[in-house]
């Protein structure tokens, strides 16, 4: 591929790893709609190193404050909210760890869901369980008042993610508001567990990538990683600002739009539309 789309790739990626509207999805739906080339392994390591770069950055304090909380928990028998907090995102990361194997060894993923036809049917119905959930919420508690079965169950509804078009970031802070979290509590929590929910599967692929003989472009794959990193920054930031004032419906009317407009695609018989870049 070339510069632009790359850029274009990792802004997406930037902004959709922790918006509620599936990074998967637009990760995939540009090479299907657009006729792009697939992106290959290293670019899609490298923007998810992007977007883990900005969730660091964003919660470098909590994520120091929760490490040490949690050292200090294990060898010290310290028990802290903040290692409480540790302990909750280790937790609620195991069900994703554990389908993810499956679901890598099988290949489910790249032989059964890799589709537009999937791809529209779950934008459609995550977008329809977030606007309930929202409006069903009661609100009323952080992230640091999880329980171990709150906890369980986000953590499993994060699994779901694995199908493409679910969305990472839609499903658990789907999941967390029907816990009762807040919209805000929910969103941190969820930009907090993706931190192992990227670092797993990135080493995974980054291990598949150095074990291969495939031609790296390390200047198309700085520059994918560098531009994820800004777009998710800022998503992150201004999300947060902005979520209590603006709510999820925004984004569940995009999903909603979104989907009908595959549907259609779907039904009109169009595989792609051909686009020269250079």
């Known amino acids: 591929m070339d510069w632009l789309q790359a850029v274009l790739l990792a802004i997406l990626q930037g902004l959709t790893e922790f918006l509620p509207i599936s990074s998967s999805a637009h990760l995939i739906l540009p090479s299907q709609i657009l006729c792009w080339a697939e992106q290959g392994l290293a670019f899609d390591v490298a923007v998810h190193v992007g977007s883990l770069i900005a969730v660091l950055i964003y919660f470098r304090k909590e994520v120091v404050d929760m490490v040490v909380a949690w050292f200090a928990w294990v060898f010290k028998g310290e028990k802290s909210a903040d290692g409480r907090l540790a302990w909750a995102v280790i937790w609620g990361t195991i069900p994703v760890g554990l389908v993810g194997i499956v679901f890598s060894h099988f290949k489910i993923v790249d032989n059964y869901l890799r589709t537009t036809e999937v791809i529209a049917a779950t934008t459609i119905i995550f977008a329809l369980v977030l606007w309930w959930a ?14 171990v079965k709150d906890i ?13 078009g679910t969305s990472r970031s839609g499903i658990t802070m789907t999941a967390a508001l029907m816990m009762g979290l807040t919209r805000t509590a929910a969103a941190r929590f969820s930009f907090l567990l993706s931190i192992p ?21 390390w200047g198309l ?5 560098g531009v994820s990193a800004i777009a998710a920054l800022t998503c992150i930031h201004y999300f947060l600002i902005l979520l209590d004032k603006i709510g999820f419906k925004p984004f569940i009317y995009y999903r909603l739009l979104l989907g009908v ?12 539309i051909e686009v020269g870049m250079s």
């Open 221 to 225: 794959i700085a520059l994918g990683a």
């Open 197 to 217: 929910a990227i670092i797993l599967p990135g080493g995974l692929k980054s291990y598949e990538l150095a074990s291969g003989d495939t031609a790296v472009d």
């Open 134 to 147: 929202d409006n069903q919420a009661k609100q009323a508690r952080d992230e640091h008042s999880l329980k």
């Open 261 to 272: 407009a595959l549907i259609v695609m779907i039904l009109m018989g169009s595989s792609c």
């Open 152 to 164: 369980l169950f986000i953590g499993c509804a994060q699994a779901l993610a694995l199908i493409p």
